[in-house]
């Protein structure tokens, strides 16, 4: 079996449009909201606000665990896990140098998501916008007993939905 790869992403909300990167992925352009890889000595919420500044030039501020998604790439079988989570927009430096394969910065509406969506990096993209819209929250203390995350994926992959 494939090892579980973990990872962080924000949901961020301005005027009724969500924060999307496009960037390069085996080759590919692809939309993704901001996120990434948890750091050795990193909460999930500190890698989610640091991936959006690092991804996105935009400051966020984790305010709600939006949930835990798993899905499987259906051609390799690799399981993807990401962490969710809500987040406010604090600042945003649009002439920030941005992570490699970067390559764009957008604030798309669900339709203009949805337009995209062949070009999604994974099916959570669309839907966390569908489960942050819809008032979908879970309780922030949800994955504090499997601390550090990183080393108990086992349990986090056990309050995961799969998508």
Known sequence: ML????TVSAVVERDGSFLMI???SSGVIVVNQPGG??????SPEQAA???ALEESGCQVRVTDLL?????IQPQTRQNFLRIVYVADLVSENARRRLDDGVHAVHWYTLSDIKRRARDLRTPMVLRSVEDYLAGHRQPNTLLANIMPVSQNVDKVLASAALI
Not at 3 to 6: E, F, Q
Not at 67 to 71: D, E, K, R, S
């Open 3 to 6: 090892p579980t790869d973990l």
């Open 22 to 24: 496009e960037e390069r």
């Open 37 to 42: 890889h948890i750091d050795a000595g990193e």
């Open 49 to 51: 606000e640091r991936e």
């Open 67 to 71: 949930g835990v998604y798993l899905w």
